[in-house]
Structure formats: structure tokens, C-alpha cells
């Protein structure tokens, strides 16, 4: 039989070179399977390398931390719903305002018609003439609603028709005796709150000068 040749120093020392550099790459592949955490197989011992079943080895799960605890928003209870009926949400039908008895201080006549009183202004109350001087461009012998400025004996005055209605009569203080005179005529600068009473001449209305009144406003009754 043919006898093995044994190794030689220098291929002893070879071979110790190679497994030394293969154990070294074992342990740094384990390593960094370790560190990326990836589970490998290790051996139970050194001893029991060839014999021994090899063990799994696994990174723990980190702990998550618990759910907080769900909030509950506590609202008061609803009032409680009282019961209605169908008839109750019918609002009833607004009654006709009740006209107000007319006394005898409301209630006037003038040329058979029937005037109450419905209102009282404070006015700006200044007077005027049928004279040119007053009346310019016109010649002031006859009013805006087409009657004579003789009408009523002379007693008579210029509203705004906005403010006070055309054939509506006044009682102003101190003009035509107290009595109540008609609104038969308008005036360019009798605007708003002003009044302007006619009276005999220009001498006169001017005399009248300008006066803040408490003036009664009676209107036709239909």
C-alpha cells in the first residue's frame, strides 16, 4: 500500500493561516447579523459543535407604550320637550286696530266737511302777501291749487304737500283768530318743517317776522 505523504511545515502553516482567517469571517458575519438584528443559528458550546442541534437566536420587540385612555365630553341633558299641539302653533289672526272715538276737540267742519285732527307739528312759520315782492315771478293773485288768494276772507297757507297734504286744514296760533284755515298754496322755499301765512300785505308779513309754533294738522274724514 502506498503510504500518505504528510504536510509540510510550510503547508501546515497554510493551512492554520486559512482556517484562522475563516473563523475570523465566521465571527464577523455573526456580528453583524447580531447588530442588524437578524436571527442566526449558534452553537450551544465548543464542545458540542459537531453534535449539538443549533438554537435560534432573536432580537426582543421593542414595548410600545399603552393607548391613551379614550375622553368622554359629559354634556347636560337636553330640556326637556313639552308637547304642543297643532292648534297651539296657529297664531291667532291680528284684530283690526280699533279706530279711536272722536271727540269733540278733534272734529271740525269747514264747508260741510267733516276734518279731524290728526297730528300736531312744530313748524318754522313765516308770512307772505300776494305782492310781487313775495310772490316774484308771479303775480300772486292766485294760489298753486288754482284758487283766489281771496279764498276763505284771505286766511289761508303754504305747506310742503310732502309733509302736510294739499286741502288738509291747520290751526296755527295767532293767525286768523285761532279759527282753521286751508292748505291751498306752496312756496320754492317752503320746504320740510315751514309754514308761510298769507296776510293782507307785504307790510304785514313782514311784521310777521319768523316764528317756531305748535300747529294742528286736521285732515278730510272719509
Sequence with gaps: MRRSRGLTKGEQRELGMFMGILVVGCLCLAGILNFRG????AAAS???TASSSAQPFTTPLPVQDEPPAPVTLILPPPPPMQPTSPLATIAPPPS???PKPLSA????????QQYRHVRTLRLRVTAYAPDPRCCYPYPGTTTATGFSVKTNGGNLVAADPRLIPMHSLVVVP???DGAAVPVLDTGGKI????LDVL???FQTA???GTRILDVKIYEPVN
Excluded at 437578524?38 to 443559528?41: N, Y
Excluded at 320746504?191 to 315751514?194: N, V
Design 46 to 48: 465548543t464542545s458540542e
Design 38 to 41: 437578524v436571527p442566526f443559528l
Design 206 to 208: 313782514k311784521s310777521w
Design 96 to 98: 283690526p286696530p280699533v
Design 199 to 201: 296776510l293782507p300785505n
Design 174 to 176: 295767532g293767525y286768523g
Design 105 to 112: 276737540s278733534d272734529v271740525i267742519h269747514y264747508k260741510g
Design 191 to 194: 320746504k320740510g318743517h315751514r
